[in-house]
């Protein structure tokens, strides 16, 4: 069992950034990958960004160069920096943890995010 808790979401201006939180426990060990995706109002979810247990990362073209997928190992925490907002990220963000058995993972409950002037 792995657990995730987002926090950090919030209201912001166009153009300004915010950081976002997953704190996972549980069995950590058992993790491959962190990822974030997001899903706006009537829209599918999208992946955002991935980061192995080898640290490699990949981000959708939507946020490459504007958006860091980190972790901090110390404490469990998976983070979304996300910098240059635009009011098209407007959505609620989700962190997954996939798990090393094929198709397993657990997701966090989401945090909204909105851009809007």
């Known amino acids: 069992q792995v657990q995730l808790v987002e926090s950090g979401g919030g209201l912001v201006q166009p153009g300004g950034s915010l950081r976002l939180s997953c704190a996972a426990s549980?069995?950590?060990?058992?993790?491959?990958?962190m990822q974030w995706y997001r899903q706006a109002p009537g829209k599918r979810r999208e992946w955002i960004a991935t980061?192995?247990?080898?640290?490699?990362?990949g981000y959708a073209t939507s946020v490459k160069g504007r958006f860091t997928i980190s972790r901090n190992n110390a404490n469990n925490t998976l983070y979304l920096q996300m910098d240059s907002l635009k009011p098209e990220d407007t959505a609620v963000y989700y962190c997954?943890?996939?798990?090393?058995?094929?198709?397993?993972?657990?997701w966090g409950q989401g945090t909204q995010v909105t851009v809007s002037s």
């Open positions: 997954y943890a996939e798990l090393d058995w094929p198709g397993s993972g657990y």
């Open positions: 549980g069995s950590i060990s058992s993790i491959n990958s």
């Open positions: 980061i192995t247990r080898s640290d490699s990362t």
